[in-house]
């Protein structure tokens, strides 16, 4: 992306610019038959009907160009849309106030003000409006001719069906949308930067909801703290980009170790979280074997020499445990007895008795 194009797309407002396009391109395409059909019967300036075709089919485009221009562009289009509701006004006067032209106008120039800018802006707009009718009143005369015929009817059909059918399918465009951030910020707000697994806050919610299952189901799981011993060395002595490679690959085996149903997590600095549910801690202790084994055997480009190996304390679920802080320190106690013993192993908390598979 060029650095121009790379500035444009950081100004904001520019989706709104996007949306209000193809809305304003049909609906005034469509609209200009409906003013049409009643300027048609009548003797028109030349310059009237040059206008209709500007505003009608060279407006959208210069609006767009102008509002993407902008510094500010929502405002500029914010602007646009209050000079539609000016030339809105001044094409119901031109029309005689035709009744269904007028009713559709009005009601579609509500509808576009309400959305840019709230019922401040209807209540701008409709001032504007005003301004439109006796801008035509004092160029053309006041003209006042209510009947609509049905060619006029016939006239305004188009832009009585497909005006409201461009603004459906925007306003399901942008749900489509806002639903798609939503789920992105939901990954981001659960997810580490870093490693890509669960961060320390959602990790823990999920621990809490393990807990209650296997209270209510009397279902067995185990609880894994995993520690990367003398990682403050590897850091000092390899640099903090090679650390974070560290923490990065680990959670990357972390993850290839496990199944579907397993909740991997950062901690929080050098250590990991793991929960396994329908797991046994002799179990848990195989899996998690293997995940050292691999860990052991990494190698790292920028430093060829560093060796990774992983304390890590396990505890079983057991019913006598008082809520999921609880379980998690039986995993932290036995994390610790693994770095006191000498660190690059495996501990269970054995002070508790496991809960046996229902
Ligand atoms: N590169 C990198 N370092 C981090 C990150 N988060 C925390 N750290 C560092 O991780 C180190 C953790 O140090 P300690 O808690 O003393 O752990 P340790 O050196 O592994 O010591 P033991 O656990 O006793 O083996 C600290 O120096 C932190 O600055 C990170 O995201 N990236």
Not at 61 to 79: G, S
Not at 199 to 213: A, H, I
């Amino acid at each position: 992306m060029s650095e121009r194009r790379a500035r444009g797309a950081a100004k904001p407002g520019l989706s709104f610019v996007r949306r209000a396009f193809l809305p304003r391109a049909i609906g005034l395409g469509v609209g200009s038959f409906a003013v049409a059909g009643v300027l048609l019967g009548q003797a028109q300036p030349l310059w009237l009907w040059l206008l209709l075709a500007l505003y009608c089919y060279a407006w959208p485009f210069v609006a767009y160009r102008l509002a993407f221009a902008a510094r500010q562009p929502y405002v500029a289009e914010q602007r646009h849309v209050l000079f539609d509701s000016l030339l809105g006004g001044f094409w119901i006067a031109c029309i005689g106030y035709n009744v269904l032209p007028t009713v559709m106008f009005l009601s579609m120039l509500a509808m576009n003000n309400t959305a840019a800018g709230g019922a401040r802006f209807v209540v701008r707009g409709f001032l504007l409006q005003l301004l439109g009718m006796a801008v035509a009143a004092l160029l053309l005369g006041w003209r006042f001719a209510p009947e609509t015929t049905p060619q006029q009817v016939y006239a305004s059909i188009p832009m009585l069906v497909v005006h409201p059918m461009t603004i459906g399918l925007v306003l399901y465009q942008l749900a489509i949308q806002l639903g798609k951030h939503k789920k992105a910020l939901r990954e981001v707000s659960r997810t580490d930067s870093l490693t890509r697994l669960f961060n320390r806050g959602y990790w823990k919610e999920c621990l809490q909801l393990e807990f209650e299952q296997c209270r209510y189901l009397q279902q067995t799981a185990s609880l894994a703290l995993i520690d990367v011993d003398h990682f403050k060395a590897t850091n000092d002595r390899h640099g903090h980009i090679a650390g974070d490679s560290v923490l990065f690959t680990v959670g990357e085996q972390i993850r290839a170790c496990l199944r579907s149903e397993d909740l991997a997590g950062r901690y929080g600095g050098d250590e990991f979280c793991i929960c396994l549910p329908n797991t046994s801690p002799d179990l848990a202790r195989d899996i998690l074997e293997r995940l050292r084994d691999q860990v052991a055997a990494l190698r790292f480009k920028q430093a060829p020499e560093l060796r990774v190996s992983l304390s890590i304390g396990i505890a079983g679920y057991s019913a006598q445990l008082a809520d999921a802080t609880a379980w998690l320190q039986e995993a932290d106690r036995a994390l610790y007895e693994a770095k006191h013993q000498g660190r690059n192993r495996i501990i269970l908390a054995h002070s508790l008795a496991y809960a046996a598979p229902a």
